[in-house]
Structures are given as C-alpha cells and as structure tokens.
C-alpha cells in the first residue's frame, strides 16, 4: 500500500516530517513513498535507515493512528531489520482525538504532530516495533514487588522506551544489585567471605553462595541468576555486524528485560526464604 495521491495537506504533513527528521538524523538518506522490503507490501510516506541496522518510517495521516500501521504491525516484525514507525498528523487531530493517540502510543507506535506553520512536535518516541514492551504488561510483570523496587525498574523501563539496549543494562544492574547485597548479607552472617562479596564481581558472589550450605534450597535462583548475568551484562556494548544480527539483538532485547524482572522476583524471594533480606 503507498502513499500516493496525497492532498495538499498531506504533501504539507510529508514535507514537514521530512525536514524533521533530516534535522534530527543529520540529513541521512530519505525516501518518500518508495518499498522497505519485498516482504512487506507497504509504501509509506518516509523512511530512512539510521544506520545499516535501525530503520525510521514515517506515514502522514489525517488521523493520529492510520489504519495501515494495524494492517502492518505483524508484518514489520518479521522483517530481518529493526523498524521505528512514525505517525505524521495534523496538531488539531491530535489535540481532538486523545484516545486514538493514548492506543497508538500503547502500541508502541511514534507520534509527530504538525502545527499550521509547519513546527513539527515529537508528542511520542518510540523504538523499534520488536523492541515494544507496553505499559500494561510492565506493570503486570512488576506487581507483588515492594515499592522501592518497583520505583527503580520504572526508572530501567523509562530508559529503555528510549534505548532498550541502555534499559537492559539498567535492569542488569539492578540484578547485580540484589546479588551484592544477597552477598553482604551472606558474608554478615559469615556464610560466605566478605571478599566474595564485592561491587563488580557478580559471578564471583554467585559462585561462593553456590558453595555455601545455607543456600542449598536456593541454587535454582542462583543459577538462573548467574546465566543471566552471563547473557545480558554487555548487552549495551555489543554492536551488531549486519541487519540480521541487529534484528536478534533488538528483539532480544525485549525478552531480557522481562526475564530481568523474573529473575528479580525469584532471587529476591529465594533470598528471603534463606534468611536474608532480599532487597536491594
């Protein structure tokens, strides 16, 4: 499907976007209502590639949530480059249809609202589709955890609907921060030696509370522990070699930061029921 026979004011919206994005991007490559991908029987209106592995599309629209972007969310994700999509609309039907841009925005979906003068207003960022983790299931996956936890993986998960891998390092850390202070309390009680449980060694913390007697009903969290701090420690730094590896990463993106979480509510509470405090 493209974007052909636009009216004056879509050409209005199109333009607008284009000089947008060629400012924020620094004037990367931009095609207007040309194919992505053989796979995927869309013209949008804009799209660009950031770099060899992250693309941009961007559709203008009269409304702030097209119906081609639910013809196409499942086709995206199956095509091997990690995809941001835009939607272009007019400031008025932002301002006049709130719900529309909420479901859009939930969706996991950018919004790019265009004034009468042309002052384009980025209402909505949004990462890669197969990155897309929403507000719903985030607070699902964080229910049952005290406060103050709940309160620093919100701030990883802000992070991360900006730039998922930096929010998978985040969570990471908050992992690593269980496990020493697991390993403070461990070394407290004299269960495991103070200098196994240091800033910086997670493995190392891990491997000596492995050792020790008292933490014999918890080595399922441990050892969950201990291979996902393995997995996803680097994750940030691993810049991928071509499309193919980009798209795994990004989409795996997404499984580590939940199965952070996971990790968090298990070891937190196998810490508990060994006697420690299990907080952070």
């Known amino acids: 499907m493209a ?12 333009e ?23 796979k995927l029987s869309w013209k949008p209106s804009l799209h660009f590639k950031i770099n060899e592995h992250l ?24 095509v091997e480059i990690p ?11 932002y301002l006049a249809d709130q719900a529309s841009a909420k479901r859009l925005m939930a969706h996991g979906f950018g919004l790019l609202t265009v004034g009468a003068d042309g002052t384009v207003q980025k209402r909505s960022n949004c ?9 719903l299931e985030f607070k699902a996956e964080i229910s ?15 992070r991360y609907t900006h730039n998922a891998p930096s929010g998978v390092s985040d969570i990471t850390e908050i992992v690593e921060g269980f ?28 491997a000596a509370m492995a050792q020790a007697p008292q933490f014999g009903a918890a080595m399922a969290a441990i050892g969950g522990a201990q291979s996902y701090i393995s997995l996803y420690r680097n994750t940030a730094h691993h810049f991928p070699k071509n499309k193919k590896q980009a798209h795994r990463k990004y989409r795996d993106c997404r499984h580590a930061f939940l199965d952070g979480i996971k990790k968090i509510q298990h070891f937190r509470e196998a810490m508990k029921n060994a006697g420690l405090s299990g907080t952070l």
């Open 3 to 14: 974007s052909v026979g636009l009216s004056s004011g879509a050409e209005f919206l199109r």
């Open 16 to 38: 607008a976007a284009r000089k947008f994005f060629a400012n924020a991007y620094q004037n990367p490559t931009i095609h207007v209502a040309s194919e992505i991908d053989p």
């Open 55 to 78: 693309m941009v599309i961007a559709e203008v629209s009269e409304t702030p949530y097209p119906m081609i972007f639910g013809l196409r969310r499942s086709d995206v994700l199956q």
């Open 83 to 93: 995809i941001s999509i835009y939607c272009v609309c007019p400031e008025e039907a």
């Open 127 to 135: 990462i890669p589709l197969v990155q897309q983790i929403s507000d």
């Open 144 to 158: 049952g955890l005290p406060a103050k936890c709940r309160q620093r993986i919100a701030e990883a998960f802000e």
């Open 179 to 206: 496990i020493l202070k697991a390993g403070k309390d461990a070394a407290k009680k004299g269960w495991i030696k103070a200098a196994e449980a240091k800033p910086g060694a997670p493995a190392a913390t891990l």
